[in-house]
């Protein structure tokens, strides 16, 4: 929504991967208490063989791709093994996750009766996601380039959006906007506005379809173009083209065809479209980069360009064309 207003993301491009239980999603694996292990129960890392409260198993950050890499050589699965830490740990353990908004997992192990004092978790990497470093474009009062519209957390681009960071420009972007707000006079001009009303006529059309594809077919033909054309394995300019252009076909028949049957269907289906619009500007500012750096691993320019080490790449929207600048970090 923030590019389609115009605001400025920062490096789109650069894949991110989090680790976790497997099957699940961003389940707090900083906050696990246990050593990373093979099935035979030997750590897989070099750093800790007793689980530490006070340092973890950093195998995983320092080694992302240690639960692949076991797979692939059929050395796997990775687990998570909690089962030898004291009650106290455990306790504190629990309470961490749950307080990190992982309830549906903790629900569903007490549910399955798995306890970690007797079962081991097997984790896995996830799919990329964007957090850390790649979104919206903030200044000092969290205010993007665009006058009061305001970001923080999982969205930012040019701050971490850890827990400590979005907490923080979470409560900057509040103060912000509340000072804004009360220099607005006429809301109702907004609501007259003419975005307003056609954003409105369209959300109208794909409530009033009789037949069409759902916001799910959409999703999974997103993925897949996505993990084809955009993965982690390997980019190329041919790749990356022929990804485009069958992402815009995608977006292009489902803006004419997606229909929804009720407001939750909708907004799963404004969702998609809003991921579809980030999937475009993945493949844009990746054939830009022309550089391997980080997950962003291009087969036509291996090397990582020193030249851009301390160089954000913006994209955004005016006046419906894209702009793409490179900055300085700073």
């Given at each position: 929504?923030?590019?389609?207003?115009?605001?400025?993301?920062?490096?789109?491009?650069?894949?991110?991967?989090?680790?976790?239980?497997?099957?699940?999603?961003?389940?707090?694996?900083?906050?696990?208490?246990?050593?990373?292990?093979?099935?035979?129960?030997?750590?897989?890392?070099?750093?800790?063989?007793?689980?530490?409260?006070?340092?973890?198993?950093?195998?995983?950050?320092?080694?992302?791709?240690?639960?692949?890499?076991?797979?692939?050589?059929?050395?796997?699965?990775?687990?998570?093994?909690?089962?030898?830490?004291?009650?106290?740990?455990?306790?504190?353990?629990?309470?961490?996750?749950?307080?990190?908004?992982?309830?549906?997992?903790?629900?569903?192990?007490?549910?399955?009766?798995?306890?970690?004092?007797?079962?081991?978790?097997?984790?896995?990497?996830?799919?990329?996601?964007?957090?850390?470093?790649?979104g919206i474009e903030i200044d000092q009062n969290a205010e993007t380039n665009i006058k009061g519209l305001y970001a923080a957390g999982d969205e930012v681009g040019n701050?971490?959006?850890?827990?400590?960071?979005?907490?923080?420009?979470?409560?900057?972007?509040?103060?912000?906007?509340?000072?804004?707000?009360?220099?607005?006079?006429?809301?109702?001009?907004?609501?007259?506005?003419?975005?307003?009303?056609?954003?409105?006529?369209?959300?109208?059309?794909?409530?009033?379809?009789?037949?069409?594809?759902?916001?799910?077919?959409?999703?999974?033909?997103?993925?897949?173009?996505?993990?084809?054309?955009?993965?982690?394995?390997?980019?190329?300019?041919?790749?990356?083209?022929?990804?485009?252009?069958?992402?815009?076909?995608?977006?292009?028949?489902?803006?004419?065809?997606?229909?929804?049957?009720?407001?939750?269907?909708?907004?799963?289906?404004?969702?998609?479209?809003?991921?579809?619009?980030?999937?475009?500007?993945?493949?844009?500012?990746?054939?830009?980069?022309?550089?391997?750096?980080?997950?962003?691993?291009?087969?036509?320019?291996?090397?990582?360009n020193p030249l851009l080490q301390d160089k954000f790449l913006t994209i955004r929207q005016e006046n419906g064309k894209v702009q793409m600048e490179w900055r300085d970090?700073?």
């Open positions: 929504m923030a590019y389609r207003a115009g605001a400025k993301l920062i490096n789109m491009e650069i894949p991110n991967t989090h680790a976790g239980p497997k099957y699940l999603a961003r389940c707090g694996k900083a906050t696990w208490i246990g050593v990373y292990k093979d099935p035979y129960g030997k750590p897989v890392g070099p750093f800790v063989t007793k689980p530490t409260r006070e340092l973890g198993d950093i195998t995983a950050d320092v080694w992302n791709s240690v639960f692949t890499d076991y797979h692939k050589l059929g050395k796997g699965p990775v687990y998570i093994d909690c089962t030898t830490i004291s009650e106290e740990d455990l306790e504190y353990m629990m309470w961490g996750l749950k307080h990190e908004g992982n309830t549906a997992m903790l629900d569903y192990m007490a549910r399955e009766g798995i306890d970690l004092r007797r079962h081991r978790i097997e984790f896995m990497k996830y799919e990329p996601f964007l957090i850390g470093s790649r701050f971490r959006a850890d827990i400590a960071g979005a907490a923080t420009f979470g409560w900057i972007a509040g103060k912000s906007a509340s000072e804004r707000v009360k220099r607005i006079k006429d809301f109702q001009k907004i609501e007259r506005s003419v975005l307003v009303q056609d954003r409105a006529k369209f959300y109208s059309e794909i409530l009033g379809r009789a037949s069409g594809p759902s916001w799910k077919e959409a999703n999974l033909a997103l993925q897949q173009i996505m993990n084809d054309y955009a993965g982690i394995t390997v980019r190329s300019e041919t790749l990356l083209n022929a990804g485009l252009k069958y992402l815009r076909d995608l977006k292009a028949k489902v803006l004419s065809t997606l229909m929804a049957d009720n407001s939750h269907t909708l907004m799963r289906s404004l969702e998609t479209l809003d991921l579809i619009e980030c999937g475009e500007t993945i493949f844009l500012t990746a054939l830009e980069r022309k550089e391997t750096r980080g997950l962003h691993v291009r087969s036509d320019y291996p090397f990582t970090r700073n």
